[in-house]
């Protein structure tokens, strides 16, 4: 999946995403809490919250690597 196809995923579709990268289960799930969106993004053990679906895609959360960095060769389950 394109880095532009994974944000859509998430920010408009609304849809959780999970995968594995470096042999860890991660992924992002999305809401909405008094009409701000909220992105859960975790990575193995690790989680962070975020308010901006850039945020979100261009974080270097993964060992150094952004989501959209790393959205065309990860394993999604």
Same mark, same amino acid.
């Given at each position: 999946?394109?880095?532009?196809?994974?944000?859509?995923?998430? !920010?408009?579709?609304?849809?959780?995403? @999970?995968? =594995? +990268?470096?042999?860890?289960?991660?992924?992002?799930?999305?809401?909405?809490? #008094?009409?701000?969106?909220?992105? !859960?993004?975790?990575?193995?053990?690790? @989680?962070? =919250? +975020?308010?901006?679906?850039?945020?979100?895609?261009?974080?270097?959360?993964? #060992?150094?690597?952004?989501?959209?960095?790393?959205?065309?060769?990860?394993?999604?389950?």
């Amino acid at each position: 999946m394109s880095a532009d196809e994974l944000r859509d995923e998430i !920010a408009v579709q609304w849809n959780d995403v @999970e995968f =594995i +990268y470096n042999g860890k289960r991660s992924g992002v799930t999305s809401e909405v809490h #008094d009409y701000i969106p909220i992105f !859960a993004m975790w990575y193995g053990e690790k @989680e962070k =919250i +975020y308010s901006d679906i850039d945020e979100v895609m261009y974080d270097k959360f993964f #060992d150094g690597k952004s989501l959209s960095e790393i959205a065309e060769i990860v394993r999604y389950t």
